[in-house]
Each structure stands twice: as structure tokens, then as C-alpha cells.
């Protein structure tokens, strides 16, 4: 597959200009920040984060964290997803993770395993350390 692979985006028969590639025959251990589109065919642990688009084709393996806009899956996908904009799960994808996203979109035929959060377009949630938590929980049950 070349650079100038096109994808379809599932919401219309248009498609998309990739800038990136991790093709079948690859494999990567690190960490991915990216800017535009970027599709994994092959396999990847480690963590990504952008503010683009993440596609992850039919073969690619990937296990990891991710924090990216939007993400689409056809693939297998092990870990933390956050999403900001969307996520995605095309039938055949096959998902064991944590989703966190505006909206998502689970397509028939999609495997999805783990828990899913829907939060507000474009706000991140706010963490908050596990003793203030705690301290505050114990205040409202007290």
C-alpha cells in the first residue's frame, strides 16, 4: 500500500489522503505523535497521541494508549482510547480496551470488550489523583 492510499471514512463514499504508514510487513515500539492521518496495517505497542486521525486497517495489531481526535478500526486493538472527536469500530475490528470519546460508533459485525465513557466534545476529562478522590468520596458518604 503507498502513501497515497485512500480509505474510506464509513460516513460517505468520499475518502481520505493518508501522510503516514505503518504498512503489514512493519512493526513498531515506541512512541507515535503525528499531525493529519496515519494508517497502521502492520503491528505497534507502545503509545500514540495526535490531534489528527488514526486508522487501523484490517491486519494491524496494535497495544497501547492512545489519545488522538479520531480513530477508526477495522483491526485489533488492545488498551486506552481516547478520543476526543470519535471513535469507530468497522465490522471485523476487534477491540479489548477502554474507550473514552464524544461518540462512538460500533458497527455490526465490530467485537468490542472493555468499558466505554462519552464526555463532552472537545473537553478533556479531568483526572484527579486516587487519595483526593477517596478524601472525597468519604466526605460525601460522611
Known amino acids: 500500500m503507498s502513501k497515497n492510499s485512500k480509505w474510506s471514512s464509513g460516513n460517505s463514499e468520499s475518502s481520505t489522503q493518508i501522510n503516514g504508514l505503518l504498512d503489514n510487513a512493519c512493526s513498531f515500539e515506541g512512541k507515535l505523535r503525528f499531525e493529519g492521518i496515519v494508517q497502521i496495517n502492520g503491528s505497534f505497542q507502545g503509545d500514540i497521541e495526535s490531534s489528527g486521525t488514526l ?3 484490517p491486519e494491524a495489531n496494535i497495544v497501547g494508549n492512545f489519545h488522538v481526535d479520531t480513530v477508526i478500526v477495522e483491526g485489533l486493538v488492545n488498551g486506552e482510547v481516547e478520543a476526543a472527536s470519535r471513535i469507530f469500530l468497522k465490522k471485523g475490528a476487534r477491540v479489548e480496551a477502554n474507550l473514552k470519546t464524544h461518540s462512538l460508533i460500533i458497527e455490526e459485525g465490530a467485537l468490542f470488550h472493555g468499558t466505554s465513557q ?3 466534545k472537545n473537553i478533556t476529562p479531568l483526572r484527579q489523583p486516587t487519595e483526593q478522590r477517596q478524601e472525597k468520596e468519604a466526605k460525601t458518604i460522611g
Open 55 to 57: 486508522m487501523v486497517g
Open 118 to 120: 462519552t464526555v463532552g
